[in-house]
């Protein structure tokens, strides 16, 4: 279909031109094709433009606004930029359906605070999730490098206040997230998993120490806090924020912050706390159980590791009828552990890598299990024989040394804890192998203690619900290599607080788009990414059309339950000559 003109010459010599919308219909018996006017629109220089714009604004409405923008610009469509969309529009969707948008706008009510607040913070978890990076990155990311829906762009300044609302609204908005999570997923918190990492600071020294309150917080801003308590009056002790203390990123060197995070039996952490670099574990576990008893949980089991596993601690988990599920130090020597190994009795198979034994001791109510893993045991044999390759290597020959000389490479290999362990000194002075030390090591092949205080779990839950406190390694994990927790680009106490809490809300959407898809975030955000959004410019305007979505974008989003995203996201008509 196609407009056709005609020509006739006057007899004055003057020159008339017609215009016609033809079609073209193929003739079979000529094997040819004639042109069929459709209709005529009359002379040229006495066309009703007026009604031909009508027409074409008819027959715009049957196409979609790009591709009657692109109908009507001719060849002056210009393509202007393309930006991923497809992670972005993924985690919104998520966002959206566990409400964490409503609960945000909710709080929001009242205060004299910028409403694309909940947009801004949205936008710092999905950098996170996608593309870490500072939050000063973060805003030249959502300008120009991803399409965040409701936020074309944003300031640093912006970002920072929105961190310091976060801080402030922490408490309600865990609570509220994890009824939101619960109800979606339908989560049985009969077990959740606590544990703790740290992070340290590329800076020399650590911060000024203030007066803070049991929980770490400071008191000369915890009143300002929403979740004022009547131990903020206390006066607290003084500690650093970035403090050192023990690194379990092997960086005793450098201050740290220490971070806890709980998490449910499928890998969904519900919430997260931040302390002073130098507070022991024992004391966080106390502030972690007053928090979620807020709750009103109706049954928790804590699964924690061995350095929760005090008699303080347990005590005070048992409050309010809860339980425990806690690592024993097999190697502590204490007389619990070495009762409950001393005793005999059979091993019940769970799994070619997992046999259990359950130990009850006359002088608690507590459950002792012994989980014994037979090719770790292998491997612990292997290492052994290794260490002990290189024990006889480094004392061979030190019986001719000098007493002094033998007193050096004594104190030398003290300093190495696995070598240090089978060393004995004969009364003499001599350095020799410790074959009894041997041989206590070999009862503890592949075996762990566990301590439980439910009578009701079995000996083989009570294992397998210890080993998924490997969870929340994998948490740690992903917070530190795909999340980015680490470097932090903040120096202020409330925003690395809040920068945890982003990299909290990242991973809760990551592991509930794993569940969901029941793959890893890694392929998942690498196929949805391939969802781009593209920019064209011409006479008539500026449109934004999405690529087309392929059968495996389609089928990560149904899983989600997120729609797909609209073919044209924004239409911009041009303003007229």
């Known amino acids: 279909m196609y407009v056709r003109a005609t020509t006739r010459k006057n007899k004055d010599g003057s020159t008339v031109r017609y215009l016609q919308l033809a079609h073209n219909e193929w003739d079979a018996s000529t094997g040819t094709s004639r042109p069929q006017v459709l209709h005529s629109f009359g002379r040229e220089d006495q066309l009703d433009r007026a009604a031909i714009e009508r027409l074409v604004a008819s027959l715009a409405k049957l196409l979609d606004p790009a591709a009657a923008l692109r109908a009507t610009s001719g060849s002056d469509l210009t ?6 969309m497809g992670g972005a529009h993924a985690l919104n969707g998520l966002w959206h359906r566990i409400g964490i948008d409503t609960v945000m706008k909710k709080l929001l009510k009242g205060r004299r605070l910028d409403p694309a607040a ?3 913070l949205f936008a710092l978890v999905a950098n996170r999730a996608l593309a870490p990076s500072s939050k000063l990155a973060a805003t030249r990311w959502i300008e120009h490098d991803s399409h965040i829906p409701g936020l074309p762009s944003t300031s640093d300044d912006a970002c920072y206040r929105a961190m310091d609302w976060l801080l402030k609204i922490e408490d309600k ?3 509220e997230v994890y009824w939101q999570v619960a109800d979606l997923l339908n989560l049985e918190v009969d077990l ?5 990492t740290s992070t340290y600071f590329e800076t020399g020294e650590p911060d000024t120490p ?6 770490g917080r400071r008191l000369d801003q915890h009143l300002d806090q929403e979740t004022e308590s009547d131990e903020s009056a206390d006066e607290g002790n003084e500690k650093s924020f970035r403090a050192y203390g023990k690194s379990k990123d092997h960086r005793p060197d450098l201050p740290q912050v220490v971070i806890g995070m709980a998490v449910t039996r499928t890998g969904i952490p519900i919430r997260v706390w931040s302390w002073p670099g130098n507070t022991g574990d024992q004391a966080l576990i106390r502030q972690v159980r007053e928090d979620l008893r807020e709750w009103k949980l109706t049954r928790v089991v804590w699964v924690a590791d061995r350095g929760f596993a005090s008699e303080a601690n347990r005590r005070f988990l048992q409050r309010a009828g809860g339980h425990y599920i806690l690592g024993e130090k097999i190697r502590s020597g204490s007389p619990a552990a070495q009762a409950a190994l001393s005793r005999q009795g059979r091993y019940a198979h769970v799994t070619d890598k997992m046999q259990v034994k359950q130990v009850q001791l006359p002088d608690t109510a507590d459950r002792f299990v012994i989980c014994h893993n037979p090719d770790q045991a292998k491997r612990d044999a292997a290492i052994r024989a290794d260490l002990l390759a290189q024990l006889e290597e480094a004392i061979k020959g030190s019986d001719k040394l000098k007493p002094l000389k033998r007193a050096e490479l004594r104190g030398k290999l003290s300093t190495k804890p696995g070598l240090h362990r089978f060393l004995r000194t004969t009364p003499g002075g001599l350095l020799r192998i410790d074959k009894a030390a041997i ?3 070999e009862r503890l092949d592949g075996k762990f203690l566990l301590r439980c205080s439910d009578p009701h779990l079995s000996a083989e839950d009570i294992a397998t619900g210890y080993k998924q406190l490997l969870e929340v390694e994998r948490g740690w994990r992903d917070m530190k290599t795909i999340i980015d927790l680490r470097p932090v680009y903040h120096r202020k106490e409330d925003r690395i607080r809040a920068h945890v809490l982003l990299c909290w809300l990242a991973l809760l959407l990551i592991r509930i788009a794993e569940t969901t898809c029941d793959d890893t975030w890694l392929n998942l955000r690498e196929e949805l990414e391939r969802i ?7 006479p008539a305007g500026t449109f934004r059309q999405r690529t087309e979505t392929s059968p495996a974008q389609r089928a990560i989003l149904a899983k989600l339950g997120v729609t797909e995203p609209k073919r044209i996201i924004t239409l911009e008509p041009g303003t007229p000559a």
């Open 79 to 84: 393509f202007l930029a393309s930006r991923p």
């Open 118 to 120: 909940e947009r801004v």
């Open 173 to 175: 908005l865990a609570e």
């Open 192 to 196: 959740l998993f606590f544990d703790t």
């Open 210 to 215: 203030v007066a803070r309150d049991d929980h």
């Open 439 to 441: 041989k206590a090591e």
């Open 532 to 538: 781009h959004v593209g920019t064209f410019s011409g």
